[in-house]
Structures are given as structure tokens and as C-alpha cells.
């Protein structure tokens, strides 16, 4: 078991899962707000440079992954034209806020949303051109199994490209990123979402998650090869990318 699968967002004896469940629903309507001022907008520069790495493979059928209020899923089909992408997640709330995200943008017939496992997901092997996931994984309640999950999936040769939220590891950004991760976002997040623990567990995650050299290993454990890493903004976010 790895750290970040130890913590939960609240203090009772619910499984991670369920309790992440929750914590997004309870969240879902604030989130696109706190995600974009919390990150001062960065974090759609971040997505955009996922894309143009994907882009490379012309993708056609994507699955995006803890798919949230569809943030990626929208930026794939704008920047990618695929023919189909699904967006999965476990939060109903969330999802919502993506669908009329879709709706008003009128990309319904191309992104299509599911309630769905990641840690058994109900697609058969081999569905995928490639699977994307922004700030999602470091919630799987068990890493290798949901990354074996998203390998199974995938057709061969096909192509992963994932963002996730990394602590720095140099001076001065790490001093500095510690500063405001434990003090001004959950302050602010309380603020706004009304949820006293969602942006503690973050921060919590955030530290504990595995990245660089150590997630490598993990993908490769996964089924994965031509695995890779760059860190984005001085270490505050990780863009990985692996073929199956």
C-alpha cells in the first residue's frame, strides 16, 4: 500500500472510495472555481500541453479517467477532434457539472459521461486509443490495481498521458509550496467549497503521492512501457506519459 492510499478526506471509518465519493459530490459545484484560482489559471496551461503531446498519436476513441466536471475531456475534443471520449468517475455530482458543461458547448454526441470503478472498470480489454487523467489518481483507493485497470482497457500501443499534482523538491519552491498548501488553500477552500477536510486531504495527498522515477516503476509494474515524466512550473505538477 502506498502513503497517499492511507488517507481519507474524513475522520470516520468509511472505505476511501466512498468517502472521496462524497467529498466531490460535496464539492462538485465550487470546484472549477477553486481549481483554476488556486492554480492562478496555470493548471489550464498544464492540460494544454498534455494535449499537444498526445496529439502526436491522433487518438480516436479516449477514456478520460476521474474525469471530474470533464475539464479534459472538453480540452481532447477541442484540441484532439476524436471520434468518442467517455468521461468515468465515481462522483455523480461532478459528473452533472460536466454534462451541462458539454451540453452548452454542444459536444454531447462526442463526450459521454459514466459512473464507473476504476478499480473495475466495466469496458472490455483493449476498448481505448488512449486514456487521460487530470489530478485524479492520487484518489485511487489502490494505485496499482486502478493502473492495471486503465492498462486493461487500453488497446495495444496504446497511449497514457496523465497530469497529477507533485510536491517540489528544490529550494526555494518546495519551502515555498509547503507554505501554501498548509495555510491559504484550505483556508481558501473551506471559504469557498464549504467543506471543512476536501482541501487538507489534498495537501495530505499531495505529499504522500509516489512521482518521478518512483511512479516509472509503478507503470511499468502496471503493464506499461516507454514510460516518462517532466515536471511542469518547478515540480508543482507532473505530466506522465507510457504506452501499453
Not at 479534459?72 to 457539472?97: C, H, R, W, Y
Amino acid at each position: 500500500m502506498y502513503a497517499q492510499e492511507k488517507i481519507k478526506p474524513y475522520e470516520n471509518n468509511g472505505d476511501k472510495g466512498t468517502q472521496v465519493e462524497t467529498m466531490f459530490d460535496n464539492i462538485a459545484q465550487t470546484y472549477d472555481t477553486l481549481n483554476h484560482r488556486l492554480s492562478w489559471n496555470i493548471d489550464k496551461y498544464w492540460r494544454k500541453k498534455a494535449m499537444r503531446r498526445l496529439a502526436l498519436w491522433k487518438p480516436q476513441t479516449i477514456m478520460d479517467v476521474a474525469t471530474g466536471t470533464g475539464d479534459f475531456a472538453i480540452l481532447a475534443t477541442k484540441m484532439l477532434n476524436p471520434q468518442s471520449v467517455i468521461g468515468v468517475d465515481i462522483s455523480e455530482g461532478m459528473m452533472k457539472v460536466g454534462a451541462e458543461k458539454v451540453e452548452r458547448l454542444n459536444m454531447s454526441d462526442t463526450i459521454k459521461f459514466k459512473k464507473d470503478d476504476c478499480m473495475n472498470l466495466s469496458f472490455a480489454d483493449n476498448s481505448f486509443d488512449a486514456v487521460i487523467a487530470a489530478f485524479g489518481i492520487r484518489n485511487f483507493p489502490d494505485l496499482d490495481k486502478g493502473l492495471s485497470e486503465i492498462c486493461r482497457v487500453m488497446k495495444k500501443g496504446g497511449r497514457l498521458c496523465i497530469l497529477e499534482l507533485t510536491e517540489p523538491k528544490g529550494f526555494p519552491m518546495k519551502q515555498l509550496f509547503r507554505i501554501y498548501s498548509h495555510t491559504f488553500l484550505p483556508i481558501y477552500g473551506k471559504l469557498i467549497s464549504k467543506d471543512n477536510s476536501a482541501y487538507n486531504y489534498l495537501t495530505a495527498t499531495i505529499e504522500a503521492f509516489p512521482q518521478g522515477e518512483t511512479m516509472m516503476e509503478i507503470f511499468k509494474k502496471a503493464g506499461f512501457s516507454d514510460a516518462n515524466f517532466e515536471r511542469l512550473t518547478f515540480g508543482i505538477c507532473t505530466l506522465y506519459t507510457a504506452t501499453k
